[in-house]
């Protein structure tokens, strides 16, 4: 069965199909690049992948607002249910955060700490940016979510951020 994933944005791309490869399932995605896009063309997007997939998500970040407002303001097309949407909570670098073990190996550091709840971080990739700086480094949303996610444990993730337990529970459950 395969999954089918409507992404935000690109750099959340190569993280999720990574993320998913690691949980054994077939994931096809789709770029919106944009919420507001997204909602537009939520039934586009749908219809596009349904042809190829069981079941599709809507994977939207948060950016600072209460998930489940964000989820109300997202219209699911009408004819289809097999069409989710998940929430990530505030945005997808909350869950790079999750697994401090991931990054030290990205960033060749032998011991790291990072926030133990990275879902309370409003501007999780400020925090992100901040330790890749304090080791000599730039943070690059694209290339270093993909690296961080070869060495992310996704039971980690799930263990730290509630709204990534949702999403592995939903990748899971088709």
């Known amino acids: 069965m395969t999954v089918g994933i409507i992404l935000e944005e690109p750099s959340a791309d190569p ?75 505030h945005a997808i670098e909350s869950w790079l955060l999750a697994d401090p073990q991931a990054i030290a190996r990205r960033i060749r550091s032998s011991r790291l700490r990072t926030h133990p709840n990275p879902e309370a971080l409003c501007k999780p990739e400020e925090e992100l940016d901040r330790i890749f700086e304090l080791h000599g480094k730039k943070y690059l949303k694209g290339r270093d979510a993909e690296k961080i996610a070869e060495f992310v444990r996704p039971r980690i993730l799930a263990r730290k951020c509630p709204s990534f337990e949702r999403f592995r529970d939903s990748l899971r459950h088709c």
């Open 15 to 89: 993280f999720v199909k990574k993320i998913a490869e690691k949980l054994g399932i077939r994931v096809k995605t789709i770029v919106s690049k944009g919420r507001e896009r997204m909602k537009k063309k939520l039934d586009a997007y749908a219809s596009l992948l349904s042809k190829d997939c069981q079941k599709i998500l809507a994977l939207v970040d948060s950016h600072c607002s209460d998930s489940e407002s964000v989820e109300r303001n997202f219209v699911l097309p009408q004819i289809r249910t097999n069409v989710s949407i998940c929430v990530v909570v």
